[in-house]
């Protein structure tokens, strides 16, 4: 089992910048993957970053050019680094780890934390 726990979401205006922790716990010998997923209001879910346990990274194109995803080992925690944040960034973020490539049965979520870019 994995454990995440999220911080760093809040309120900010349009143009600026936060970042999102996720720290990991527990089996984190066997998570190949984390990320940032997020949900607005009446939209689904959808991925906004991830980094492989090989250090390869992946970001939605809507997001690409201002979030970064890094990593520290050490401290067994990910991050996001959201800059030039816009309005339609508003969601809650949602910290995600896999055990599996092949199947979500190994997907482990955080509790979410809201992020709102409002003025």
């Known amino acids: 089992q994995v454990q995440l726990v999220e911080s760093g979401g809040g309120l900010v205006q349009p143009g600026g910048s936060l970042r999102l922790s996720c720290a990991a716990s527990?089996?984190?010998?066997?998570?190949?993957?984390m990320g940032w997923y997020r949900q607005a209001p009446g939209k689904q879910r959808e991925l906004v970053a991830a980094?492989?346990?090989?250090?390869?990274?992946n970001y939605a194109d809507s997001v690409k050019r201002r979030f970064t995803i890094s990593r520290d080992n050490a401290k067994n925690t990910v991050y996001l680094q959201m800059n030039s944040l816009k309005p339609e960034d508003t969601a809650v973020y949602y910290c995600?780890?896999?055990?599996?490539?092949?199947?979500?049965?190994?997907?482990?979520w955080g509790q979410g934390t809201q992020v709102t870019v409002s003025s």
């Open positions: 995600w780890s896999s055990s599996s490539w092949y199947s979500d049965e190994y997907d482990y």
């Open positions: 527990g089996s984190i010998f066997s998570i190949n993957a």
């Open positions: 980094i492989t346990s090989g250090g390869t990274t």
